[in-house]
């Protein structure tokens, strides 16, 4: 058995997924404030980077998008729109914000995951949207943000099933760096400071969003974009509750940004809506299939390799046509300059939140689960050839990270305060308190 085909079998069985597929939005059609589900008919707060149909726009309805005429993901079939906050690096020196380029555009997976002991997977209806993450979030309560996420297994015994708790779960935040051993996806839920990107993440950040997968069955939307659906009790797989009892295909949000290439600059990440945190970030979806194809989509392409080319339903164009897709700015918004460099956002909205230089506690221990790595919400004041995408493979969307075999060299920006030992029953447990660095800046 070769190692490609070994790795699908075990992704298989770690994962209880029908099939996905991903799909390739390789070009941005705009970055723009266009928002039509928050802010519609006027400008959006903060700009976002806009994938799929070029009938996106301010007032975009499902027969907007569906009824344009391209689209910059691969599939031609699909008219859907994706959007979520872009990212800029602001320079320490000149106060002036740049944007960061993404690699590759985005990826959004649909993945066929089963619960409830029930096998069906209900296409999206026409006319359905959704919003995952919460621009409004300034903390992290489902834990100590820089210490792994529990066993899965235990979620419902620590009683962190809870739609809260999963929602927070829902994002990620990858170091990339190809010559090591890649991390688990959703496995770090913040974005690291800028000297922990430039000494451990040498090809970049992956930005990572779950959406819901559960639904009510009756409503295509809600007042705020998310009572309609829920997410099942592991997040990405498990089961889903009981007012929400359809299932829906898993769509999950990649997109890698080269922050490489600001290494060794002075400054700091910020996204789009002021957050240098990572709590606020968010992404939107307005369903822009035929829904009738995207049923049959759902019930034939089920290859657990994840490539479109693999679905015979799908008609893939090339990247150049994809590239040419492009959304018409209203005038409210054509100004703006998202590019930059530019001594605002757009929006003219500032950086808030601390800057977070800390090493993930690479294994769960519920005596340090409670302890704040950081003062949640702390207000800021703010400081001082890329290769092409590489998916995710099924097998990283589920892992557990392990702890390591050995001790890891410490971090610079970490120091260990003290170490103790608690024992419970035949188990001993080490406590290593640690001390980070949080990078407050100046305000500009």
């Known amino acids: 058995m070769d190692v490609a085909r070994a790795f699908l079998l075990l992704a298989a069985v770690i994962a209880p997924v029908e099939g996905f597929w991903r799909m390739e939005c390789r070009a941005v059609a705009g970055y723009y404030r266009i928002d039509p589900l928050m802010s519609p008919g006027e ?90 993450g919460d621009n409004t979030r300034r903390d992290y309560t489902a834990g100590n943000v820089v210490m792994v996420d529990p066993p899965k297994s235990d979620w419902a015994l620590l009683n962190q099933t809870g739609q809260d708790y999963l929602r927070q779960r829902a994002l990620g935040f990858n170091c990339l760096d190809y010559g090591a051993p890649p991390e688990a996806s959703l496995y770090r839920h913040f974005f690291p400071g800028k000297s922990y990107l430039d000494a451990n993440c040498p090809d970049g950040i992956r930005l990572e ?21 829920a997410y099942p009790d592991l997040v990405m797989t498990g089961d889903c509750p009981d007012e929400f009892p359809v299932r829906l ?32 970030y968010h992404g939107d979806f307005m369903m822009g299939w035929d829904a009738g194809f995207l049923q049959e989509a759902v019930n034939t392409c089920t290859s657990l390799s994840g490539l479109i080319e693999d679905c015979p339903l799908f008609t893939i164009q090339s990247t150049d046509d994809a590239a040419n897709c492009k959304i ?70 589920t892992q557990v990270r392990q702890a390591p075999a050995v001790t890891p ?36």
Request: some cysteine; glycine content about 8%.
């Open 43 to 132: 400008a959006s707060q903060h700009v976002h980077a806009i994938m799929g149909s070029g009938g996106f726009s301010e007032t975009a309805t499902y027969g907007d998008i569906a009824g344009s005429d391209c689209t910059s993901c691969l599939v031609t079939q699909d008219k859907s729109s994706y959007w979520h906050p872009s990212l800029h690096f602001q320079d320490a020196n000149t106060k002036d914000f740049e944007l960061v380029q993404q690699v590759g555009g985005s990826l959004v997976y649909y993945q066929l995951n089963t619960g409830n002991g029930n096998s069906n997977i209900t296409a999206f209806p026409e006319g359905f949207r959704m919003i995952a």
């Open 209 to 229: 969003l779950m959406f819901p997968s559960c639904w009510n069955g009756r409503d295509v939307d809600s007042d705020n974009h998310q009572d309609h659906v």
């Open 249 to 280: 295909p898993s769509l999950f949000y990649e997109t890698i940004w080269n922050t490489a290439a600001f290494s060794g600059r002075s400054g700091q990440f910020v996204l789009s809506n002021g957050d240098v945190q990572g709590f606020a």
């Open 328 to 397: 018409q700015p209203p005038a409210d918004v054509e100004g703006d300059d998202a590019v930059g460099p530019a001594p605002t956002l757009p929006g003219n909205l500032s950086p808030f939140g601390a800057c977070i230089d800390a090493t993930m506690i690479p294994s769960y221990d519920p005596a340090l689960s409670a302890q704040p790595a950081i003062t949640p919400g702390l207000e800021a004041k703010s400081s001082d050839g890329v290769p092409s995408s590489t998916p995710t493979t099924l097998l990283s969307v």
């Open 409 to 444: 060299t410490p971090d610079p920006n970490v120091n260990i305060v003290s170490t103790e030992y608690i024992t419970a029953s035949d188990v001993v447990r080490e406590v290593v308190w640690v001390e980070t660095t949080v990078c407050v800046t100046e305000a500009v």
